[in-house]
Structures are given as structure tokens and as C-alpha cells.
Nanobody, 116 residues
């Protein structure tokens, strides 16, 4: 199983960015997928997840600003981030929920920095 998150960068406050996660080695459409983030000195947190049935959940801190989506034909997970704040600065990771829990095998992630 391989997950590769990409699309991070430096964005000004109020800006937008879309992260992508390319997934291989699993039947992508069958699983709940999620985006996590970890800021320096803080624990990793679940930002958003999306089920195989396209139900979504968001952390309170990103509701109304972030949108998680998936393209099962491309085995790709997305995170559209709008109205970005400096507090969104973190390394972002994608992950799979096997049904009994998150895989939690973290790769490099992709760095988002929100700063003027």
C-alpha cells in the first residue's frame, strides 16, 4: 500500500490550496480516507475524512473552509483548503481507515505554510 501526499506550499493568509493524495495497492473505493495534519509541537490531528459512501466529517477548526473529496477512478484523495489561516500551517498526511482503525503509517506528508 502506498500513499503519496502532495500539493503543499507557501500561501498567504486568506488564500487557497488543494492537496492531493495518490493511493495504490488497495481497492481505493472501498475505504474511508482521511487527511491528518501535525504542526510543530502539537499532536497529529484528524482534519477531515470521507467514507466510501462519500459521507464527510471535519474538525471544527476547518469546517466551512476545507472540503475533502475523492476520485475513485483516479485513486486520488483531495483536500481543498480555502480561507487559510496561519494556524493551518502543518505537515499534512493522508491515511486509510481499515474499518478497525487508521493505518497510521506516516510517510513524508506535504508541508503547508500559511504566512504573509
Amino acid at each position: 500500500v502506498q500513499l503519496q501526499a502532495f500539493g503543499g506550499g507557501l500561501v498567504q493568509p486568506g488564500g487557497s490550496l488543494r492537496l492531493s493524495c495518490a493511493v495504490s495497492g488497495i481497492i481505493f473505493s472501498a475505504y474511508t480516507m482521511g487527511w491528518f495534519r501535525q504542526a510543530p509541537g502539537k499532536p497529529r490531528e484528524l482534519v477531515a475524512d470521507i467514507t466510501s459512501g462519500l459521507s464527510t466529517n471535519y474538525a471544527d477548526s476547518v469546517k466551512g473552509r476545507f472540503t475533502i473529496s475523492r476520485d475513485n477512478g483516479k485513486n486520488t484523495l483531495y483536500l481543498q483548503m480555502n480561507s487559510l489561516k496561519p494556524d493551518d500551517t502543518a505537515v499534512y498526511y493522508c491515511d486509510i481507515n481499515w474499518g478497525w482503525g487508521w493505518r497510521s503509517s506516516w510517510g513524508q506528508g506535504t508541508q503547508l505554510t500559511v504566512s504573509s
